[in-house]
């Protein structure tokens, strides 16, 4: 129905800024909530954030919020995932979601591989 690809993920320094990238398959993204959870080592799943079918609603994790951005391209199948100034606790794996309905740490009928973000100290 719908495959997820991330991407953007690496190594970067505290207080440095990445981007991630999720690209949709099919010709129905528009109608999907998108969202963003991760995972560290060791920790169980975490909200990031979500954003809704035409960006015009977002929801950020209290954690992230005011480092964090996320945004949709409809016109090209991708949403994003800003962050700046990261820190350390923000290493982990990132998951790219997508719902029809709603986004959250554990549901989503549609998740992506993953992609590894690590914050040096």
């Known amino acids: 129905q719908v495959q997820l690809v991330e991407s953007g993920g690496g190594l970067v320094q505290a207080g440095g800024s990445l981007r991630l990238s999720c690209v949709a398959s099919?010709?129905?993204?528009?109608?999907?909530?998108m969202g963003w959870v991760r995972q560290a080592p060791g920790k169980e799943r975490e909200f990031v954030a979500a954003?809704?079918?035409?960006?015009?609603?977002?929801n950020i994790a209290d954690s992230v919020k005011g480092r964090f951005t996320i945004s949709r391209d409809n016109a090209k199948n991708t949403v994003y995932l800003q962050m700046n100034r990261l820190k350390p606790e923000d290493t982990a794996v990132y998951y790219c979601a997508a719902d029809r309905v709603a986004v959250t740490r554990t549901r989503a009928e549609h998740w992506g591989q993953g992609t590894q973000v690590t914050v040096s100290s």
């Open positions: 954003i809704s079918y035409n960006g015009g609603r977002a």
């Open positions: 099919g010709r129905t993204f528009s109608t999907y909530y």
